[in-house]
Nanobody, 120 residues
């Protein structure tokens, strides 16, 4: 079992930055790839970015490539999402998840989500 807790969301102006964190419980964190998804009101949950177990490979959605950066610290059981040059369309609840792939079905464990709001 892996429990995930996100933090770092908030309100920011367009062009600003936020850093999300996702802390995982348990000693098996390093066995899982990790991903970030987001869900805006009335929309489906969409893949944002993923990182492999070792952190050696990443995958980004086209909408955030060049602006967002995922990283992980297996010693701290934590994955991070650095979000720069934020746009109003980035507004959503952001979820971290344990697994690997680009669909929610590829992930076994989910956090409760953290709200990110970008004002224009």
């Amino acid at each position: 079992q892996v429990q995930l807790v996100e933090s770092g969301g908030g309100l920011v102006q367009a062009g600003g930055s936020l850093r999300l964190s996702c802390a995982a419980s348990g000693r098996i964190f390093s066995r899982y790839g990790m991903g970030w998804f987001r869900q805006a009101p009335g929309k489906e949950r969409e893949f944002v970015v993923g990182i492999t177990r070792s952190g050696g490979s990443t995958a980004y959605s086209d909408s955030v490539k060049g602006r967002f950066t995922i990283s992980r610290d297996n010693a701290k059981n934590t994955v991070y999402l650095q979000m720069n040059s934020l746009k109003p369309e980035d507004t959503a609840v952001y979820y971290c998840a344990a697994g690997w792939g680009k669909t929610p079905q590829d992930y076994d464990y989910w956090g409760q989500g953290t709200q990110v709001t970008v004002s224009s």
